[in-house]
């Protein structure tokens, strides 16, 4: 004896509804995010956008690349203050298929950095296409990077310790163009994302301390953040 039509169509209705109840869920899940990070804007005196496909571009590496990065959603972009100065951020997350992986946190510095290094946790599994070279472990973290003998230059004791405190919830950071990037769990709340954006400034400041003139060249990224945004301080 077969199975009643009728129970394949109570199944089949119960999984509409909890697929219904999923995607409501995801949204609200989604428009909390976006309320939190707008607030945290307009705290700081930061510029907010809900979407920018073009911002993740100007990266390839790290968390980019490994996720397949096809938009910046919920993005910040403002300035903050280190040890050498200040310096022009961008705090936003990463879109891909419909779904948040990460959040990726980004301070620029005064210039390119002659070798893209990555510095991924070993608990992660890393693997990607067009993969860097493994250059072996540094502290907590391994390190990637198809220039070892560049690459061996930038990874000092102090770089070491500074990106192991980046926290066990940091699957990755890394030195791209003239930035220096890492991504967190996509729940991150400000609280989380501002001791993460010191721990950045700070390695910032160990591999591009403020011994030169300030470049303000233009860079890719920064299309339609006002120039303005450099000059506001944070408000307390």
Not at 26 to 53: H, T
């Amino acid at each position: 004896m077969g199975i009643p039509a009728w129970i394949w169509f109570v199944v089949a209705a119960v999984a509409l509804v909890a697929g219904l109840g999923l995607l409501a869920a995801d949204r609200a899940k989604e428009g909390s995010r976006n309320r939190e990070r707008m607030r945290w804007a307009e705290l700081r005196g930061w510029q907010f956008v809900e979407e920018d496909d073009r911002l993740p571009r100007q990266w390839s590496g790290g968390a980019i690349g490994y996720f397949g990065a096809q938009a910046a959603v919920n993005v910040v972009a403002g300035s903050t203050f280190t040890s050498d100065g200040r310096r022009p951020v961008f705090i936003f997350d990463i879109e891909t298929e419909g779904q948040i992986p990460a959040v990726v946190i980004a301070v620029r510095c005064n210039r390119v950095h002659e070798v893209p290094l990555e510095m991924w946790l070993s608990s992660v599994p890393f693997q990607r296409q067009d993969m860097p070279e493994m250059l072996g472990p540094i502290g907590q973290r391994y390190a990637f990077a198809d220039d070892s003998e560049g690459a061996r230059k930038v990874i000092t004791q102090e770089l070491v310790d500074a990106a192991d405190s980046l926290g066990g919830d940091v699957g990755v950071a890394w030195l791209e163009n003239e930035w220096v990037l890492a991504s967190v769990a996509p729940n991150a709340g400000p609280s989380r994302l501002e001791r993460l954006l010191r721990d950045l400034g700070e390695i910032a400041d160990i591999v591009d301390p403020f011994d030169e003139e300030y470049n303000n060249t233009p860079t890719p990224g920064r299309h339609w953040q006002a120039e303005a945004a450099d000059d506001v301080e944070p408000k307390s």
